[in-house]
């Protein structure tokens, strides 16, 4: 039996003439957490959607489990999933919800409390649906989609409407089950959570895989930056300048300039910005994180 739970190669999704996702190629082996990561519209949700035949896809190939994603009905059932959020009936308790998608889908009817527990919601299984907030909500959607006690699970942003300590409980929840040996493939705008937790990492943009593989992988292919402040707005353009005539790559994010270049040039820097009038507030040298690296490869803006 194949060690990946799910691979894909060339897969496209054609819109039209827009080219929603564009010839994808991309593997996430067995037992893993894969981080999925894009800006917003760069095809993740509709990669998603492919996987579980939801949607059909344009071109290319691509299998869960080993069965091709042209017959989602061989491995489905061995699949967990939330996309674009949970839909529940709001008149009806969290308990009440997963015992009607647990008796549909034929799951056994004692699971539903032990899931509640293991996402926190065991002590709200009795309140109305309509009573949770969002993260509650997204709780009881990962917990629907653990019903089936899935080899594969697939998760679109489930941390979002969550608070600092839900984030961790879900972030600690994920990590566990990949440690079980379940797989899961989970798409999150909150890249620190995704570093802490991921072994694997696909990046998106404009439909297209820019890195597939090893989190560490990517790390160590990054470049050191030199994070630089000055004692006012005005001073990040000439600071952007020093650096590029330099022959370091740099540019302005928010209120700062990340130069790429390693510590020992940072001396030299500060010499440079003190002989052009610009007395500086922040001079960091440090390694990039996952956010650093996604903004750099995606050509996103903070």
Same mark, same amino acid.
């Given at each position: 039996?194949?060690?990946?739970?799910?691979?894909?190669?060339?897969?496209?999704?054609?819109?039209?003439? %827009?080219?929603?996702?564009?010839?994808?190629?991309?593997?996430?082996?067995?037992? @893993?957490?894969?981080?999925?990561?894009?800006?917003?519209?760069?095809?993740?949700?509709?990669?998603?959607?492919?996987?579980?035949? /939801?949607?059909?896809?344009?071109?290319?190939?691509?299998?869960?489990?080993?069965?091709?994603? &042209?017959?989602?009905?061989?491995?489905?059932?061995?699949?967990?999933?939330?996309?674009?959020?949970?839909?529940?009936?709001?008149?009806?308790?969290?308990?009440?919800?997963?015992?009607?998608?647990?008796?549909?889908?034929?799951?056994?009817?004692?699971?539903?409390?032990?899931?509640?527990?293991?996402?926190?919601?065991?002590?709200?299984?009795?309140?109305?649906?309509?009573?949770?907030?969002?993260?509650?909500?997204?709780?009881?959607?990962?917990?629907?989609?653990?019903?089936?006690?899935?080899?594969?699970?697939?998760? &679109?942003?489930?941390?979002?409407?969550?608070?600092?300590?839900?984030?961790?409980?879900?972030?600690?929840?994920?990590?566990?089950?990949?440690?079980?040996?379940?797989?899961?493939?989970?798409?999150?705008?909150?890249?620190?959570? /995704?570093?802490?937790?991921? &072994?694997?990492?696909?990046?998106?943009?404009?439909?297209?895989?820019?890195?597939?593989?090893?989190?560490?992988?990517?790390?160590?292919?990054?470049?050191?930056?030199?994070?630089?402040?000055?004692? @006012?707005?005005? &001073?990040?353009?000439?600071?952007?300048?020093?650096?590029?005539?330099?022959?370091?790559?740099?540019?302005?994010?928010?209120?700062?300039?990340?130069?790429?270049?390693?510590?020992?040039?940072?001396?030299? /820097?500060? %010499?440079?910005?003190?002989?052009?009038?610009?007395?500086?507030?922040?001079?960091?040298?440090?390694?990039?994180?996952?956010?650093?690296?996604?903004?750099?490869?995606?050509?996103?803006?903070?």
């Amino acid at each position: 039996m194949s060690n990946l739970a799910i691979s894909v190669k060339d897969l496209s999704k054609k819109y039209g003439e %827009r080219m929603a996702v564009s010839h994808a190629t991309f593997e996430v082996p067995m037992g @893993s957490v894969c981080g999925f990561v894009g800006p917003n519209g760069s095809g993740k949700t509709t990669t998603m959607r492919m996987l579980l035949g /939801l949607i059909s896809h344009t071109g290319g190939t691509g299998e869960v489990l080993g069965s091709s994603i &042209d017959n989602p009905e061989e491995y489905l059932s061995s699949v967990g999933a939330m996309i674009e959020g949970p839909a529940f009936y709001p008149a009806l308790t969290g308990s009440e919800n997963l015992k009607v998608l647990a008796t549909l889908g034929g799951f056994p009817i004692e699971r539903v409390q032990v899931l509640l527990d293991q996402v926190g919601l065991g002590d709200r299984s009795k309140s109305k649906y309509k009573t949770y907030s969002l993260g509650m909500k997204q709780r009881l959607g990962i917990a629907a989609a653990l019903l089936p006690n899935p080899k594969v699970l697939i998760l &679109d942003e489930p941390t979002n409407g969550l608070d600092p300590e839900g984030i961790q409980e879900i972030r600690a929840l994920l990590r566990n089950l990949a440690d079980a040996g379940t797989t899961v493939f989970v798409s999150s705008h909150l890249l620190s959570e /995704l570093e802490i937790i991921s &072994d694997y990492l696909v990046m998106l943009r404009k439909g297209e895989v820019v890195f597939s593989g090893a989190i560490q992988d990517l790390m160590k292919q990054q470049q050191p930056i030199i994070l630089v402040k000055g004692s @006012s707005n005005e &001073d990040l353009k000439k600071i952007v300048e020093i650096g590029t005539a330099a022959g370091h790559h740099s540019i302005i994010r928010v209120d700062e300039v990340h130069i790429q270049a390693s510590a020992d040039w940072a001396p030299i /820097l500060n %010499r440079a910005a003190f002989d052009a009038g610009i007395t500086l507030s922040k001079l960091a040298p440090t390694l990039p994180n996952l956010e650093e690296t996604f903004f750099e490869m995606t050509g996103e803006q903070k």
